[in-house]
Structures are given as C-alpha cells and as structure tokens.
C-alpha cells in the first residue's frame, strides 16, 4: 500500500480526533488475548487496518493506537486474522450470543481452558458422557467442571496456571493429576 492514501483516510475518519481506536493488524504487534477482547469490546468504534504481504508501512503504523498480532504466525495479509479479533469481540457484546452468561465460562475468560462439552446423544459408538453431567446434581456438575477445566490446562496450556490464582483445593486436585500422569510414564 502506498502510505500517503492511508494517512489521509486515517486523518479524514478520526475527525473528532480520537473517536476511532486504530488497530493495526500485524505479526509485530502485541498478542491478542481474551483480555484485549473484553476491552475492545467497551470500544464504540473501532478501525482494523490489514497489510498485505510485506505489511503495513511505519509510518502509518506510528499513526495507529495499537497493533495487535493473532499468534506466533505469518499469514498473506491481515484480513483474515481482522476477522478473528472482530468475531471474539462481538461475541462480547450484548445480544451476541443467546446466553450472556455464557461467554465467562469459555477458554481464557477464566484464566483456565474450558472444560469438555457433550452434546445429545447421551452415547455415541460406545463413548458415554460422564454420569455426573446427566445426574441433575449442581454442585457436582460445577466440581467436575472446575477439575477438568484444570484438568486440560495443565495438560494443554500449563503456562495458563503460572497467572492463574488457584486455591488450595486446585493445587490438591492438580498434585493428584501429576501424581496420576507420572503414574502411567513410569
């Protein structure tokens, strides 16, 4: 892209000056997480700027208010990765979703990853949902929820407990799964 055409576009939107956020999209910029997602969400508008190729000339990326990068990977241009960052964030907002409740418990919005999902039918070539999800008892349900929402963590995204505030109860349960985990590499 040609700087000058972007900067003026840029300059000609944010009239009254800083009612757009100017997001630069690009493998340089800062990690998009779950986090970032629920600020960006409280934006009123928001503007996605996408390079192609080579990416997006410095000078515009100096004009931006953030850059903000989908992961450890390159990709032709960032149009694809726009569109990430704009479905986690419209999920968030009102209306999004049927249930609003719902977007706290998913992967990252707690620290952790989600636990398992099961669907209908109850068995499916052999393999059962687990008896607790189908025994109507609450408590239950959500202790089996928060071990193997721990569970994957541990074994998926370890690095995700570094941050996490765990309880003592966590930290039992996850002794238990090592101690279980060495068990079978022994």
Do not use: C
């Not at 004009?63 to 999920?91: H, K, N, P």
């Not at 907002?93 to 249930?99: E, Q, R, W």
């Not at 059962?128 to 999800?133: H, I």
């Amino acid at each position: 892209f040609l700087p000058r055409p972007l900067i003026e576009a840029l300059e000609t939107i944010d009239n009254p000056v800083g009612s757009w956020v100017k997001i630069g999209v690009a493998p340089q910029g800062d990690r998009f997480t779950q986090r970032m997602a629920e600020d960006l969400a409280h934006e009123e508008r928001l503007l996605f700027v996408a390079g192609r190729y080579e990416g997006i000339d410095e000078r515009v990326m100096e004009r931006l208010d953030m850059a903000i990068s989908i992961g450890d990977i390159v990709l032709s241009g960032g149009e694809v990765a726009s569109i990430e960052i704009i479905d986690a964030i419209t999920r968030l907002l009102p209306g999004a979703t049927g249930n609003a409740a719902s977007t706290g418990e998913e992967s990252f919005s707690s620290g952790l990853l989600e636990y398992p999902q099961y669907t209908r039918p109850r068995e499916l070539d052999g393999e059962v949902v687990p008896e607790v999800l189908v025994s109507g008892h609450h408590a239950n349900i959500a202790k089996w929820r928060r071990e193997e929402a721990l569970r994957r963590t541990l074994i998926r995204r370890p690095d995700l407990l570094r941050d996490f505030d765990l309880t003592d109860q966590d930290r039992k349960y996850l002794s238990k799964v090592l101690a279980d985990l060495r068990g079978i590499l022994d």
